[in-house]
């Protein structure tokens, strides 16, 4: 019952939000995140009519919304990454070219086999494409924020709230997928609670930090920003090669 509570306020949350971006006129400005509130929302609109209607059937609805939902997710960080770095063309370029790549080995690796697959497969498949997903989002977040905490550079309200609410998103989703098989039944019954009370926090984070239009400011310390973002990228690119090679083993799997 608790976590059905829970529920019912992060849905009414995103409901708030998709209205604010409308009348607002945010979804011009931050479209990528938007478009994930509003998947999200009505994501969770759906499995609530299945589960009250259709609970044998939930698993697969579920399931299948938890996969389309990764695609969301990786639009959603690079809202933040193309207004971060709106002021660095090149640094943008090579963003850019980065998240082509992982869509394209989450797209890869979802269709491996896919004609002979069974449910348990498919859960297994979206569990695996999520960790390793979830872990690269987490690690270049991480990484862009760190050069502009290092330069000192301010982000401005509202990708301030994106970074914050969906670090502790992909911090908690982590943490989940890494710890989930080793702890069992006891961590998954505890989980079911925490992960929509975080989730809500995450939305409560978005709700102040998005009410208004308050972009970034303009910074100084250009080409060293640039540097820093040429290590970051570095980093990120050798962090898709091990998820690229991964999809390679399964291919030859």
Not at 70 to 93: D, H, M, S, V
Not at 94 to 112: D, E, N, P, Q, S
Not at 205 to 210: I, K, N, Q, R
């Amino acid at each position: 019952m608790p976590s059905q509570v829970i529920w019912i306020v992060a849905v009414v949350m995103e409901g708030s939000l998709v209205i604010r971006s409308f009348l607002a006129g945010l979804i011009r400005n931050y479209p990528y995140f938007y478009s994930y509130i509003c998947f999200v929302f009505v994501q969770d609109l759906l499995r609530m009519l299945v589960y009250a209607e259709r609970r044998e059937i939930y698993p697969q609805v579920y399931w299948a919304t938890q996969f389309l939902g990764l695609f969301f997710g990786c639009g959603l960080l690079w809202e933040i990454y193309r207004n971060a770095l709106t002021p660095f063309p090149g640094a943008k370029r090579i963003a850019r070219y980065m998240f082509g790549i992982l869509i394209a080995a989450l797209v890869v690796k979802a269709t491996l086999g896919t004609g002979s697959w069974t449910s348990s497969q498919a859960i297994l498949t979206t569990l695996d494409i999520e960790r390793d997903l979830r872990f690269v989002q987490a690690i270049s977040l991480a990484a862009l924020v760190s050069v502009f905490s290092f330069y000192k550079v301010p982000l401005g309200r509202n990708l301030r709230s994106l970074v914050l609410g969906y670090g502790i998103f992909l911090a908690t989703s982590v943490v989940s997928l890494a710890v989930r098989a080793q702890l069992g039944e006891q961590f998954q019954l505890a989980w079911q609670l925490l992960q929509p009370s975080f989730y809500v926090l995450v939305l409560a984070v978005w709700s102040f930090g998005m009410w208004r239009y308050l972009p970034m400011e303009t910074h100084k310390n250009t080409s060293k920003i640039v540097e820093g973002y040429k290590r970051l990228a570095y980093s990120t690119r050798v962090r898709l090669g091990e998820l690229r090679s991964r999809v390679n083993k399964g291919i030859r799997a």
